[in-house]
């Protein structure tokens, strides 16, 4: 089973590392029960390279430790935006799983 949420529903631009830190300790709360937590960027139009880190990134990093019991995709993301994303995760050595 997979959680998917949508980020639109906090601006069509995302920013800022504690908006991003708040969010991910949210999503790890309600996520806890799923294998997948599906981040939605459908309709963004902007994400900071440190909300990228702190909400995906480390998102995907602490599920590959184990520390999350759930998996990280992304889908609905301009190539923009997969670009900010993408750059974040690598920096990182972390992975996300690709969705069919």
Same mark, same amino acid.
């Given at each position: 089973?997979?959680?998917?949420?949508?980020?639109?529903?906090?601006?069509?631009?995302?920013?800022?590392?504690?908006?991003?830190?708040?969010?991910?300790?949210?999503?790890?709360?309600?996520?806890?029960?799923?294998?997948?937590?599906?981040?939605?960027?459908?309709? #963004?139009?902007? #994400?900071?390279?440190?909300?990228?880190?702190?909400?995906?990134?480390?998102?995907?990093?602490?599920?590959?430790?184990?520390?999350?019991?759930?998996? #990280?995709?992304?889908?609905?993301?301009?190539?923009?935006?997969?670009?900010?994303?993408?750059?974040?995760?690598?920096?990182?050595?972390?992975?996300?799983?690709?969705?069919?």
């Amino acid at each position: 089973m997979s959680y998917r949420y949508a980020l639109a529903q906090h601006g069509l631009t995302l920013a800022t590392r504690p908006i991003a830190e708040s969010l991910r300790l949210k999503l790890t709360e309600q996520a806890a029960e799923f294998e997948l937590l599906e981040l939605d960027f459908t309709d #963004i139009l902007g #994400i900071s390279s440190s909300f990228a880190d702190e909400l995906v990134a480390r998102l995907a990093e602490e599920s590959q430790a184990g520390k999350v019991k759930f998996d #990280i995709a992304v889908s609905g993301a301009s190539s923009e935006v997969d670009g900010v994303v993408s750059r974040a995760v690598e920096r990182r050595g972390a992975k996300l799983v690709q969705l069919n």
